[in-house]
Every structure is written in C-alpha cells, then in structure tokens.
C-alpha cells in the first residue's frame, strides 16, 4: 500500500458538497464489504479518527488513499474516479492543472529566488512558509496546504520516476524559514535526496553573479512523456499555467542559461553541505 497518513488538522472547516459525496462513497463500499472502519484503517495504514473524517468529509482523502480503497473494497473505480474532484478541493484553480501535468512528467526543471522547491521541502519547512503568509493563514488552511505538498511529493518516488533540475539562488540556502534548526534539517533533506536520486539536479546561483536569465522570477517547467512542454510562473496573489509553445520555449530557454550561469552540481553540493555545517 502507498497511503501515508498526515496529521490531523485542527479546528473545523465546512464539508463540501463534493467531500461529503466522496466520503459518503468510502463509507458506503467499506459497508458493503462488511468491513469496520478499524479493520480498514489498520489495512490503509490511517488511524481509525482519520478514516472517519474522510467518511464524513472532514478531511480530503489523498489520492493514495483513494486509489489503494479502491482496490481493497472493490470499488471498480468509482473512488479513483473521484481523485480529480479532491485535487480540486486540494489545490488553488490556478495550480490544480500543473498538479495534474506533474504526474504525467518526464522531466521537471524549476528555477526558484526565495525557497526551496516544494518537491524537495520537508514538512517542517512548509509548515514555516505557510505560517509566514500575510495575511495569516487558519490553522485549517495551513493544514490543508501542507498535505497537498506531501502528496504531490509522491512523485519523486514515481515509476518510471521523472527527471528532475532545479536552479535555486545561494540566498535560499541561508534564509531561516521556520528557524535556524527547520533550515538545517531542509538543507541536509536535499543533500540526502542528491545523494540518493541519480536523476535529481540540484545547482545553485551564486550571489555574486551580476546578472543572470533569471533576474525576472522564479518559474517551473516541465516535459511529458508525450513531449508536450509546459510552464508554471509564480506570483504574488496567483500563478499562471503557461501552455503557448512560444512562451514555453522562451522559459526553457531562459532555463538552459540558468543552468549554465550556476555552481555546477558537484560545486552545489559542497556549497549546501558547509552552509548546513555552519549552522
């Protein structure tokens, strides 16, 4: 089984029409298969409290979990059916598109100015971002938020796994989001993920560059298995899913001189592992 469980949220949001449909149909084929929620729980590795508030729409069930549902209550699709419904319960309507072309990729490449790529966060860095939102965020959102980020992380371990480049700027590597310790822990995250992933590019821009293909913001890019290109670019209040094949091909090229103006990934890794060693 592939279900991961996440921590419950905390305080009560209102169950949407389209969590309570979902959580309504969990209920109904684990009734059908005689099966009681522990007996469930214990076979999808959740606690019991969170399968209940899947069951009642409290909760967004990932789409791990629908899916290995699905098969142990012989649901013949109907809850992996259900998987687009909760990326949009999930995700802003702006990033919900990409989430889906995410899992189709090939090849995934970011450049990014101020953090980490969330592929590559640990929870407790995006815990921090997410509680240094202007205005605050309800713990609820929070939550919600967090879990989206996890999930979307499976695909690092996805077969036939992506590849997978990303230029981040030296500034991200000492920016403390969520404390000097959160950092280290992120910092020592990726040089872990570096070592153990051959198809995973880490370079980072120097500070010192004068100037550079990047100056005009972060952005994400991707390759599906087909060959399609797209682009994803960040903003302050909504990115924007980028599908013309002349904006596309301007970012990737933007990209390529990116890379080319980085540390070379050998002098990156060095470069993260002292900036983690001093803190």
């Not at 979990?65 to 013949?76: E, K, V, Y």
């Not at 090229?253 to 001093?278: K, N, V």
């Amino acid at each position: 089984m592939t279900t991961v469980e996440h921590p419950e949220p905390i305080g009560t949001t209102a169950v949407s029409p389209a969590r309570r449909h979902v959580g309504a149909l969990i209920k109904s084929f684990r009734a059908r298969a005689g099966l009681t929620q522990k007996a469930v729980a214990d076979r999808l590795l959740v606690s019991v409290s969170t399968l209940s508030a899947y069951e009642c729409g409290e909760r967004i069930p990932t789409s791990a979990f629908l899916a290995d549902a699905d098969r142990l209550l012989d649901a013949r699709g109907a809850l992996t059916s259900c998987v687009p419904l909760m990326e949009e319960e999930r995700y802003p309507p702006t990033f919900v598109g990409w989430v889906r072309l995410e899992k189709k990729a090939a090849v995934i490449n970011a450049y990014e100015a101020m953090v980490f790529p969330g592929l590559l966060q640990t929870e407790e860095y995006m815990r921090g971002l997410y509680e240094s939102a202007v205005p605050r965020l309800p713990e609820e959102q929070i939550e919600k938020d967090v879990q989206g980020r996890l999930e979307r992380q499976a695909i690092v371990h996805r077969v036939p796994v992506p590849n997978f480049g990303y230029v981040i700027e030296e500034g991200v590597l000492t920016r403390p989001v969520g404390g000097a310790g959160v950092l280290r822990a992120q910092l020592v995250h990726v040089l872990g993920l570096i070592r153990a992933t051959a198809n995973l590019m880490v370079q980072v821009m120097p500070t010192s560059r004068r100037r550079h293909a990047g100056l005009a913001g972060s952005m994400q890019l991707l390759s599906t298995l087909e060959g399609r290109n797209y682009a994803y670019s960040d903003a302050q209040v909504a990115g924007r899913l980028i599908t013309k094949p002349e904006e596309v091909s301007q970012c990737m090229d933007r990209f390529g001189m990116l890379r080319a103006q980085a540390l070379d990934p050998w002098e990156s890794a060095d470069l993260i592992e002292r900036t983690a060693e001093r803190l």
